[in-house]
């Protein structure tokens, strides 16, 4: 029902860490293109940080030095640990499925349903 399963955020202090987790399901023939997206109150939704299918890994230059993508073995999961954390952080973080191999991108992705996570909220506070 809930596909795409975020967890983690919170408030902290200026130079504090959170941990963003997102477990999805799907197709195990399907592979999948992860990402982090975030969007403060009144402007646009930025990425932040993804991995590809092969496992390449990247980041916006607000994240580099700062931030760590990984994902687990099973590859059915992916971490960002936030460091260093500064207000303008601060903003709702979202799970996004970007690409799929494997299948159709409906198959895939459950009817679009796995598209977006339902997003968590980071504070950051100066």
């Known amino acids: 029902q809930l596909l795409l399963v975020q967890s983690g955020g919170g408030s902290v202090q200026t130079g504090g860490s959170l941990r963003l987790s997102c477990v999805r399901s799907g197709p195990t023939h399907c592979s999948y293109a992860m990402s982090w997206y975030r969007q403060a109150p009144g402007e646009e939704r930025e990425f932040v940080s993804g991995?590809?299918?092969?496992?390449?890994?990247t980041y916006a230059d607000s994240a580099k030095g700062r931030f760590i993508l990984s994902q687990n073995s099973a590859k059915n999961t992916i971490d960002l640990q936030m460091n260093n954390l500064q207000p303008e952080d601060t903003a709702m973080y979202y799970c996004k499925t970007d690409r799929v191999r494997g299948g159709t991108w409906l198959e895939c992705t459950q009817g679009g349903q796995m598209e977006w996570g339902l997003g968590t909220q980071v504070t950051v506070s100066s």
């Open positions: 991995i590809e299918t092969n496992g390449v890994i």
